[in-house]
């Protein structure tokens, strides 16, 4: 008996340990990330082999803007207004391509805001150079000894604006026989084709090689969690691999081949990636440079060398994804456009093959019920009577092992400090009984890795982002957002951040009083140590889950108020057999 609540206590401890320690930490007392580095350093792409022509330099790129009136940084619009652009428009997105340079630098995503307002800022995910911390995408040809448009080149467009049905395609003429072209589209969504040709006029074979790229400069702010991967990322022959922005160092990039995959750059919700020709081999690399005393990250590949003979052409169709991670468009690109794995840019983590069908199943319930909130309790009671058998089981024998507790506390009296006769006539008890005290785990043991499943699902897909319930929860993705301290908004009070450890909410209270009533229907521990430590566990949890996102604990509350009138009805069924 002693064996298997250590055992449950230990698995308990360990769910306390694995959920709460990061979160504690970095919402506590982590400090806030840094958005300059001490490095003074500045570094080049690699060569990806002795032949091939170097990759755009990090940190030569157009100086930021000049600061205005009190050292203002420029605005974005004031920054897109100064340069020759072609407008980007769609019903998901607006930007505009800069001219100079036929970089994709400014993407605003039109169906996602800031907040839970709809009337607060759209998302903006691309920002223009000239800007403090620019973030953009460009593809292009290098050659040695060829002129090659580069950064302060200005290419000429066939229309000004880029929809759905109207792609557009950039020129530029090197004045030596060579004619650049772009042919620039995009999807109904994030998906933009490059399709780059070149044109030789001239009157010999040129060596030149495609790249693309993507750069950003200063690192963003990142929540920290071990269980989310912000950073760079991408997969290569069907791998994936992600670099954290602090693996890496200037002058040692990271370097993988690939034929086919794709790499890029992902927030928690946000991705910008660079996808390859699935059929031809490419160098990639990850790497970091200095750009005004910020961290510039960049993310690039660079393909096989074409010859373009004299009066002859070259071609390459290239993509770019800049948009939000919607899981079942990542997987219909998968499938559609034949990018590998791409549904492996959402942090799905180690329990994927859980992960992945809980939110399936979620979203299939959301379509029924309309409502994310209903979606987690429907769930639940799905997951409750998944595991009903094995649960009904478990349920009983502790019933019986509550009615034992008088018989056992007896062979712990009557034995004294000899554990092992106690021992062995505490399991004489069971035995005769047919009792199996092990059984009481088995709920624990199935119910962490569905929990941590859950978890990861409203934490890291964008559906459940500002996905309102009922009442004050507006986005179940969020903790609960009233308190104690603030009588559950019934006063208005900013409450200092030393103090948000001890601001519960109402559900976090709920589940906190649901996991109480339910240990008071298993039976106590034996060891007077271990029933305190029980007994504290309601509170824990209650502290703990505070932080966690309502949906979480919405989900663990209707759990327990299945568990306890799934206890109390095979409590009463049991009484009734042994009166």
Same mark, same amino acid.
């Given at each position: 008996?002693?064996?298997?609540?250590?055992?449950?206590?230990?698995?308990?401890?360990?769910?306390?340990?694995?959920? #709460?320690?990061?979160?504690?930490?970095?919402?506590?007392?982590?400090?806030?990330?840094?958005?300059?580095?001490?490095?003074?350093?500045?570094?080049?792409?690699?060569?990806?082999?002795?032949?091939?022509?170097?990759?755009?330099?990090?940190?030569?790129?157009?100086?930021?803007?000049?600061?205005? %009136? $009190?050292?203002?940084?420029?605005?974005?619009?004031?920054?897109?207004?100064?340069?020759?652009?072609?407008?980007?428009?769609?019903?998901?997105?607006?930007?505009?391509?800069?001219?100079?340079?036929?970089?994709?630098?400014?993407? /605003?995503?039109?169906?996602?805001?800031?907040?839970?307002?709809?009337?607060?800022?759209?998302?903006?995910?691309?920002?223009?150079? #000239?800007?403090?911390?620019?973030?953009?995408?460009?593809? $292009?040809?290098?050659?040695?000894?060829?002129?090659?448009?580069?950064?302060?080149?200005?290419?000429?467009?066939?229309?000004?604006?880029?929809?759905?049905?109207?792609?557009?395609?950039?020129?530029?003429?090197?004045?030596?026989?060579?004619?650049?072209?772009?042919?620039?589209?995009?999807?109904?969504?994030?998906?933009?084709?490059?399709?780059?040709?070149?044109?030789?006029?001239?009157?010999?074979?040129?060596?030149?090689?495609?790249?693309?790229?993507?750069?950003?400069?200063?690192?963003?702010?990142?929540?920290?969690?071990?269980?989310?991967?912000?950073?760079?990322?991408?997969?290569?022959?069907?791998?994936?691999?992600?670099?954290?922005?602090?693996?890496?160092?200037?002058?040692?990039?990271?370097?993988?081949?690939?034929?086919?995959?794709?790499? #890029?750059?992902?927030?928690?919700?946000?991705?910008?990636?660079?996808?390859?020709?699935?059929?031809?081999?490419?160098?990639?690399?990850?790497?970091?440079? *200095?750009?005004?005393?910020?961290?510039?990250?960049?993310?690039?590949?660079? *393909?096989?060398?074409?010859?373009?003979?004299?009066?002859?052409?070259?071609?390459?169709?290239?993509?770019?994804?800049?948009?939000?991670?919607?899981?079942?468009?990542?997987?219909?690109?998968?499938?559609?456009?034949?990018?590998?794995?791409?549904?492996?840019?959402?942090?799905?983590?180690?329990?994927?093959?859980?992960?992945?069908?809980?939110?399936?199943?979620?979203?299939?319930?959301?379509?029924?019920?309309?409502?994310?909130?209903?979606?987690?309790?429907?769930?639940?009671?799905?997951?409750?009577?998944?595991?009903?058998?094995?649960?009904?089981?478990?349920?009983?024998?502790?019933?019986?092992? %509550?009615?034992?507790?008088?018989?056992?506390?007896?062979?712990?009296?009557?034995?004294?400090?000899?554990?092992?006769?106690?021992?062995?006539?505490? *399991?004489?008890?069971? %035995?005769?009984?047919?009792?199996?005290?092990?059984?009481?785990?088995?709920?624990?043991?199935?119910?962490?890795?569905?929990?941590?499943?859950?978890?990861? /699902?409203?934490?890291?897909?964008?559906?459940?982002?500002?996905?309102?319930?009922?009442?004050?929860?507006?986005?179940?993705?969020?903790?609960?957002?009233?308190?104690?301290?603030?009588?559950? $908004?019934?006063?208005?009070?900013?409450?200092?951040?030393?103090?948000?450890?001890?601001?519960? #909410?109402?559900?976090?209270?709920?589940? $906190?009083?649901?996991?109480?009533?339910?240990?008071?229907?298993?039976?106590?521990?034996?060891?007077?140590?271990?029933?305190?430590?029980?007994?504290?566990?309601?509170? /824990?949890?209650?502290?703990?889950?505070? %932080?966690?996102?309502?949906?979480?604990?919405?989900?663990?509350?209707?759990?327990?108020?299945?568990?306890?009138?799934?206890?109390?009805?095979?409590?009463?069924?049991?009484?009734?057999?042994?009166?």
């Amino acid at each position: 008996m002693d064996d298997q609540k250590n055992l449950v206590l230990a698995i308990v401890i360990s769910a306390v340990i694995l959920f #709460g320690y990061n979160i504690i930490y970095t919402t506590y007392f982590a400090p806030p990330p840094t958005t300059t580095q001490q490095q003074a350093e500045t570094s080049t792409s690699p060569q990806t082999t002795t032949t091939e022509p170097d990759l755009p330099e990090l940190g030569t790129e157009l100086p930021p803007a000049e600061t205005g %009136k $009190g050292g203002v940084e420029p605005s974005r619009e004031t920054l897109i207004a100064q340069s020759e652009r072609v407008q980007i428009l769609t019903d998901r997105v607006r930007g505009s391509i800069a001219l100079t340079g036929a970089r994709i630098d400014d993407l /605003v995503l039109r169906d996602y805001h800031e907040t839970v307002d709809p009337s607060s800022d759209n998302i903006v995910l691309l920002v223009p150079t #000239g800007a403090q911390r620019p973030y953009y995408a460009e593809f $292009g040809w290098l050659g040695k000894d060829v002129k090659t448009p580069d950064r302060s080149a200005v290419w000429t467009a066939d229309r000004d604006t880029l929809s759905l049905d109207t792609p557009v395609t950039l020129s530029w003429d090197n004045g030596e026989g060579l004619v650049f072209e772009q042919k620039i589209a995009i999807d109904r969504d994030y998906l933009f084709t490059i399709t780059q040709r070149v044109r030789n006029t001239g009157g010999k074979t040129v060596t030149l090689n495609p790249y693309g790229l993507i750069s950003r400069t200063g690192k963003p702010h990142i929540l920290g969690y071990y269980i989310l991967h912000e950073g760079l990322l991408g997969v290569f022959d069907n791998t994936l691999k992600e670099v954290d922005y602090d693996d890496l160092e200037p002058g040692k990039p990271i370097r993988q081949e690939t034929t086919g995959g794709w790499l #890029g750059i992902t927030d928690k919700y946000w991705l910008v990636a660079l996808v390859p020709d699935q059929q031809s081999t490419a160098n990639t690399s990850f790497s970091v440079g *200095m750009r005004n005393g910020l961290n510039k990250y960049q993310a690039d590949f660079l *393909m096989p060398s074409l010859e373009v003979p004299a009066g002859g052409s070259a071609e390459v169709s290239n993509r770019l994804f800049a948009g939000a991670k919607e899981v079942r468009m990542l997987d219909r690109y998968e499938s559609q456009a034949g990018i590998p794995r791409f549904d492996l840019a959402v942090d799905f983590g180690w329990f994927y093959f859980l992960t992945k069908p809980i939110f399936y199943a979620l979203d299939w319930l959301y379509a029924v019920l309309g409502n994310f909130g209903l979606a987690i309790i429907a769930l639940t009671v799905f997951i409750k009577l998944l595991f009903f058998p094995l649960a009904n089981k478990s349920y009983r024998a502790m019933s019986k092992m %509550k009615l034992l507790q008088p018989k056992i506390a007896e062979i712990r009296e009557r034995y004294g400090d000899d554990r092992a006769g106690m021992n062995q006539a505490t *399991m004489e008890l069971y %035995k005769r009984e047919k009792v199996n005290p092990a059984a009481g785990c088995l709920p624990i043991l199935v119910q962490i890795p569905v929990f941590f499943s859950l978890y990861k /699902v409203l934490f890291v897909t964008i559906e459940m982002r500002h996905a309102p319930f009922f009442g004050w929860i507006h986005d179940l993705s969020s903790p609960d957002p009233l308190g104690v301290l603030t009588l559950f $908004g019934l006063i208005q009070w900013q409450v200092p951040d030393a103090l948000h450890i001890v601001n519960i #909410g109402i559900w976090p209270i709920a589940m $906190g009083l649901t996991m109480f009533f339910q240990q008071k229907l298993n039976p106590p521990p034996p060891d007077p140590i271990q029933a305190k430590i029980f007994m504290a566990l309601p509170i /824990v949890f209650t502290f703990l889950l505070a %932080k966690f996102p309502a949906g979480l604990v919405i989900y663990w509350t209707c759990n327990n108020l299945l568990s306890i009138a799934q206890q109390w009805v095979i409590m009463r069924s049991v009484n009734r057999t042994t009166a």
